[in-house]
């Protein structure tokens, strides 16, 4: 533990090192990370661990500077470099396979859009037609990205049993209301149903980070549609393909994920039967097979969003209240390295990368 965190235990009302708000995959994967230096945690989550953006996502590590704010890239080859140690580890605890699959993204560039300079390895390795015969020309130029990519709700299912298993308490369909202060510092977590106390609390919720004070950060939801498809000839795509109107994901058992808008609607979860036909006629521009498969799922998640496009991560005006939110479509790329960062941060230990850009005082004013 780091210096000046110091474990608390109570005879009489169970208390906590650390108190998480939020069971996505951010917050399950900084648990873990947490109970590594042997913190005691307790998930405190509004709905079902990892039911929220992290089900939602597509699972691409999206960490190439065509897809990254420039602030951000630093972090984002970081974590992209963990994934499989993360991966392994999760896997190995949970008995879950997550489909981590490496076999890099085809991305067609917009017309005009010519990056200089273009990130190093990113010729096509064979002509695209060979590559992935079943894409359509689409009279654009496309590049290869060395991206892999995985499934977040396998990936979820695995960091929640694996947190389980390491000890983490979990307290699911319970809302947090409040941090309640002693002193002027974090003392527990209000919520519908009871209290729960810790020296030390996280916000990790999300789209929903901004209604836990005292803290009030301006996270907002911004709503993502997708769908996915089955029954497409085997093998039918091996890369992803990431096209300006449209993104495929394929799975290791089959399916086709296909996404994304990017909404401004509040806390509209509903998907638009229009928007999904819309989306999925887009796939088939650009692989005419997928005609043959047919929808097996639509849905539509709330990413965490911020003003500037930035996670929130570090500690906040309040002593003892944390932030570790706002990673927007980027959640699921950095929960290894915003784990690892927060668990030091909150433990007292100086974190390896310098925070500062994405601190929770930047909007204080």
């Known amino acids: 533990m780091g210096p000046g965190f110091q474990l608390l235990y109570n005879r009489a009302v169970k208390s906590w090192d650390v108190i998480i708000v939020g069971g996505g995959i951010i917050g399950l994967s900084l648990s873990i990370a947490l109970r590594k230096r042997g913190a005691t945690v307790l998930v405190v989550e509004r709905g079902e661990p990892g039911r929220e953006a992290s089900h939602a996502a597509a699972g691409m590590l999206a960490a190439s500077p065509l897809e990254i704010p ?24 949970s008995g879950i396979n997550v489909d981590l699959r490496d076999q890099g993204k085809i991305f067609f560039l917009e017309s005009g859009q010519e990056p200089s ?17 079943s894409l359509t020309g689409v009279g654009r130029r496309a590049i290869y990205l060395r991206q892999s990519s995985v499934d977040p709700r396998a990936l979820t299912s695995a960091a929640l049993k694996a947190a389980r298993h390491r000890g983490v308490d979990i307290s699911s369909g319970t809302t947090a209301n ?10 527990a977590v209000v919520t519908d149903k009871s209290s729960y106390g810790a020296p030390a609390i996280v916000n990790c919720a999300g789209a ?4 836990v004070p005292p803290y009030t950060n301006p996270t907002r939801p911004v709503k993502g549609q997708m769908l996915s498809v089955v029954g497409a000839p085997r093998d039918l795509l091996r890369h992803v393909v990431h096209a300006p109107e449209v993104y495929l994901v394929p799975r290791s058992d089959g399916r086709i994920l296909i996404g994304a808008t990017v909404e401004e609607v509040g806390y509209d979860k509903r998907t638009d039967p229009n928007t999904i036909e819309r989306l999925h006629q887009a796939a088939i521009a650009l692989v ?24 929130i991560l570090g500690a906040t005006q309040t002593p003892g209240y944390f932030a570790a939110t706002g990673h927007f479509r980027d959640g699921i790329l950095l929960a290894p390295l915003t784990a690892h960062l927060m668990a030091q941060i909150v433990t007292g230990a100086r974190p390896e990368y310098d925070l500062s850009p994405f601190s929770p005082g930047r909007f204080s004013d």
């Open 70 to 93: 420039p602030a951000l890239q630093s972090l984002a080859t970081a974590s992209a470099r963990m994934y499989p140690e993360f991966v392994h580890e999760l896997e190995d605890e």
């Open 288 to 311: 005419p097979d997928l005609s043959q498969a047919r929808v097996l799922e639509a849905w539509a998640g709330l990413r965490p969003g911020t003003p500037d496009n930035l996670p």
């Open 208 to 211: 929903w980070a901004g209604q």
């Open 117 to 133: 300079p273009l990130p190093p390895d990113c010729q096509l390795p064979a002509p695209l037609t060979e590559l992935e015969p």
């Open 178 to 187: 409040c941090v309640r202060l002693s002193k002027g510092k974090a003392a």
